[in-house]
């Protein structure tokens, strides 16, 4: 199982970056799938989840509020992939983003809960 992101880099505050996470040893949409982020001195948190759609889950999905809005999670099962949109990036938000498989098949926001994770991505938003 491995998970690679790309997509991160440096923006402007207002800008946007679409995030990738290319998964392999597994499809996408039997794991539920978290992005999180964690900046220096911080607790790694999560910022969306896209849960398993299988085994008669529903793919239910999940943003942190202060993302609601600004940000989508999409999978795209043919490239074994999942996205994070970001739109309207603040400074706060400069941070490591890392992409994370849990196997369990309910929205789960610890870190704790996911088996497998990716090396993580650089997002720095300038003013």
């Known amino acids: 199982v491995q998970l690679v992101e790309s997509g991160g880099g440096l923006v402007q505050a207002g800008g946007s970056l679409r995030l990738s996470c290319a998964a392999s040893?597994?499809?996408?949409?039997?794991?539920?799938i978290g992005w999180f982020r964690q900046a220096p001195g911080n607790v790694r948190e999560a910022v969306s989840v896209?849960?398993?759609?299988?085994?008669?889950?529903?793919?239910?999905?999940y943003y942190a509020d202060a993302v609601k809005g600004r940000f989508t999670i999409s999978r795209d099962i043919a490239k074994n992939t999942v996205y994070l949109q970001m739109n309207s990036l603040k400074p706060e938000e400069s941070a490591v983003y890392y992409c994370?498989?849990?196997?369990?098949?309910?929205?789960?926001?610890?870190?704790?809960?996911?088996?497998?994770w990716g090396q993580g991505t650089q997002v720095t938003v300038s003013l």
């Open positions: 040893g597994f499809t996408v949409d039997s794991y539920t």
């Open positions: 896209i849960r398993s759609s299988n085994r008669n889950s529903d793919g239910r999905i």
């Open positions: 994370a498989a849990s196997r369990v098949i309910v929205v789960v926001t610890s870190s704790g809960e996911y088996d497998h």
